[in-house]
């Protein structure tokens, strides 16, 4: 199974965090040499082309970019474009996520068709945490909760896996394509009621958050509320086409 899975690693800077990522990923691919992936790297615009170009060459890993910066969710979906594998997997270009956390999302996508990563379900994920993401996070949690009805999922996190064949659809004509993007895919996928899965992760590394509360908040608002109105009716109309 994990011979036929794409994963797909959006950056717009820290290209020193991808390198150290990749490494990390492939020390652990020596120790389970029957595991290979299809590395997807899309650079959003960044001022570091030339160097994430050599660390994709490094890892032999697909490399894509974007001219200007379009967003993480508008870099993930043109990984998605671009793979032609059973499965796919997108995480952060830091790999913030321990490699068995990696494996149990695939294991995951044997019996369920997404399969994303809660950071809640395992204490010791969130307890190096910085006070400000957690409010962050907490926030973000409720205004979905009320305004796209998702309740105890860990929309945010940066972990998530995917049967191509059945998820694919759901990356067109996203409404939004940075911060509330993950919440619109798992919107589209509860209203289809396509199975999803929620598999404990721990952290490994933990970035620092450059969310800030007050300033983001009333763009999250905004793009719920986008989602709300508008995502189905955009995505009811692609699959009329």
């Not at 590395?39 to 960044?46: E, K, N, Y």
């Not at 890892?59 to 200007?68: C, G, L, P, Q, S």
């Not at 608002?221 to 009329?240: C, E, G, H, M, P």
């Amino acid at each position: 199974m994990l011979e036929s899975t794409s994963l797909i690693v959006p950056i717009k800077k820290h290209a020193e965090l991808l390198d150290s990522g990749l490494q990390y990923l492939f020390e652990n691919l020596k120790e389970t040499p029957e595991v290979s992936f299809n590395i997807i790297v899309v650079d959003d615009g960044s001022e570091e082309e030339e160097e994430i170009y050599l660390i994709c060459k490094k890892f032999n890993a697909t490399y894509i970019r974007h001219e200007v910066n379009l967003g993480k969710g508008a870099s993930i979906c043109t990984g998605v474009r671009n793979c032609n594998t059973e499965y796919f997997v997108y995480t952060d270009c830091d790999f913030p996520f321990f490699f068995t956390d990696l494996k149990n999302i695939l294991k995951s996508l044997e019996s369920f068709s997404i399969s994303i990563g809660d950071r809640y379900k395992e204490r010791k994920s969130t307890s190096s945490v910085s006070l400000h993401r957690k409010i962050a996070s907490s926030v973000f949690r409720l205004l979905t909760s009320i305004i796209l009805g998702l309740e105890g999922v860990d929309n945010q996190c940066g972990l998530k896996g995917f049967k191509t064949r059945i998820a694919k659809d759901l990356f067109n004509d996203m409404v939004c394509s940075r911060y509330a993007f993950d919440a619109e895919l798992l919107y589209r996928a509860s209203h289809f009621n396509i199975l999803v899965d929620s598999v404990p992760v721990r952290l490994r590394y933990n970035g620092e958050s450059t969310l800030s509360i007050y300033a983001d908040a009333p763009k999250m608002l905004i793009d719920l509320v986008k989602i709300r109105f508008l995502s189905l009716r955009k995505f009811s109309l692609k699959l009329d086409e």
